[in-house]
């Protein structure tokens, strides 16, 4: 064996332990196959999915344009082929991995992407491969430990010239954590219970911090006009129901937090110099392509009291780490 | 909770990783067909290709008070192990922190209830996995060399 396919061997070790490691209850067989190189089936579920194991330039490579171009010519109709395919970068060196979608399902239909989005093979992302891979099938199970999740969703709207309204949405998930969780039930008569049963859990009992309320004030100061309604990602119905976002036009923008230095003394300015300001990343989606034109604040400015601003900036930033965005949901 | 099969699967993964990270051996699994031996190994290198086997026990359970793996190893099975003529070797895994240790399987009527922990391969320390390998090696090269096998095999006779 040389050095070339020594190396080669051992990234299928590296990523099978890398598999084993995230994805836990899981059986790999290796298969010697053009398309893949790993069958791993999920025992809990009994879906299965197929790996294809390269090194970690491989994307960067004219080797990645003729792997794809074989998958576009493949018949994926085949039984063995009707399954998810993942493409996993290996750094066999440094023991890490990074992975993506080249084919996914739904209903039936084999989408192949010709740019794959990899990210990072960690606990959480694993845990999401896991929850997408059963949103792909038609049985509904509830979301992973990482999957399960607070969503956020908050409608933007403005108006043109000709007073008509151009609609928005920032989403965002949140960590469900013991410091952010569901508030307790407060059913107070019959009367409350009805309510609920129509229009579900109150605003009130879901979780909310300096976060949410920060991106709400930097939105409200630009858009005036926002409500917001906020859910649990609980099964893999909602996801599915979250990829349906992938279809709309988006941009990113930034809600950058500053103290209010107004009230303040030169003097007593000077002691923010120099301090990194707080910048909170969001995303934009829009119902229809043309409202995209009437959303053009990719920074959007808030400030906080400078008292507030010492107090909170380092548990602000700790929390920024709990937020993520929709596209992780996204194959 | 892992089942013991994925335990099993997962500190295999973990054994074969570790033991080549520094292109020292290279490892054949040889799956239940081989119920004693779970893995024959080679060094890489052309000078000296010796082979050993190793049969690999993973645990959750961490550690006893003795510092040693939680875990053991059947008598019976490792009677067996030391029977087989080539170099045999234990390899403990702790699959919550996919640490390795090695230790031999010479002695005949030797028992393992549980894995010392003197001799580690770990990705987070690569000067002890280094060393553990490096002795590993050594090892085996120094039981191959004082058995003469290679005299031994030139002068055989073959019955065939």
């Known amino acids: 064996m040389n050095k070339r396919e020594f190396k080669q061997w051992r990234s299928y070790q590296v990523a099978a332990n890398i598999l084993y490691r995230y994805c836990g209850g899981i059986i790999i067989e290796q298969q010697d196959d053009v398309l893949y190189d790993f069958r791993v089936t999920i025992k809990d579920s ?18 990645y344009v003729d792997y794809i171009n074989m998958v576009e010519r493949s018949n994926l109709i085949q039984e063995h082929y009707r399954k998810p395919l993942v493409l996993m970068l290996v750094n066999e060196s440094k023991e890490t991995a990074s992975f993506g979608f080249v084919v996914t399902w739904n209903r039936g239909k084999a989408t192949i992407y010709r740019k794959v989005s990899f990210t990072q093979f960690n606990q ?4 999401i491969l896991i929850d997408k891979i059963h949103a792909m099938d038609d049985t509904i199970r509830v979301l992973s430990k990482y999957g399960l999740n607070v969503l956020k969703k908050i409608r933007v709207s403005t108006l043109d010239s000709n007073n008509a309204e151009h609609v928005a949405y920032v989403l965002y998930t ?28 109150p605003e009130r009992e879901y979780p909310s911090d300096f976060i949410d309320e920060l991106i709400q004030q930097g939105l409200q100061q630009n858009y005036p006009k926002i409500s917001l309604q906020t859910s649990v990602l609980f099964s893999t119905y909602d996801v599915n129901e979250l990829q349906n976002y992938r279809e709309h036009y988006y941009h990113s923008a930034n809600v950058v937090v500053a103290p209010d230095l107004t009230q303040l003394s030169d003097e007593s300015k000077n002691i923010f110099n120099g301090v990194t300001l707080i910048v909170i990343p969001i995303e934009l989606y829009f119902e ?7 959303f053009r604040d990719l920074v959007i400015q808030t400030h906080i009291e400078p008292q507030e601003w010492i107090e909170k900036y380092y548990e602000i930033q700790k929390s920024l780490a709990t937020k993520h965005s929709i596209r992780d949901y996204f194959n | 909770m892992a089942n013991t099969n994925s335990i099993g699967d997962y500190g295999e993964t973990v054994f074969k990783a570790r033991l080549t990270k520094f292109e020292d051996f290279i490892v054949f699994f040889l799956g239940d067909k081989a119920p004693i031996e779970d893995f024959m190994c080679e060094i890489l290198d052309e000078q000296t290709p010796y082979q050993f086997l190793v049969q690999v026990k993973s645990t959750t359970s961490g550690y006893q ?9 059947d008598d019976d099975k490792l009677l067996k192990l030391q029977n087989r003529p080539l170099p045999t070797y234990l390899a403990g895994v702790d699959t919550n922190t996919e640490r390795v240790y090695i230790c031999p399987a010479f002695r005949m009527n030797g028992r393992y209830p549980s894995i010392p922990v003197s001799h580690k391969l770990d990705l987070n320390d690569e000067l002890a996995t280094k060393a553990t390998l490096a002795l590993l090696k ?12 290679l005299n031994h095999k030139s002068n055989f006779v073959s019955a065939l």
């Open chain 1, 46 to 63: 009994n879906q299965s999915f197929l790996v294809e194991i390269k090194g970690s330039t491989f994307a960067q490579s004219a080797s």
């Open chain 1, 124 to 127: 959480r992302n694993a845990n």
């Open chain 1, 174 to 201: 949140r960590d469900i954590t013991e410091k952010y969780k569901m508030k307790e039930k407060n059913v107070t008569d019959e009367r409350e219970k009805m309510q609920r049963l129509i229009f579900g859990i």
């Open chain 1, 288 to 294: 229809l392509p043309e409202d995209r034109f009437f």
């Open chain 2, 65 to 73: 008070a003795s510092g040693n793996l939680d875990i053991g190893v």
């Open chain 2, 138 to 149: 050594q090892d085996i090269i120094h039981f191959w060399q004082t058995s003469n096998i």
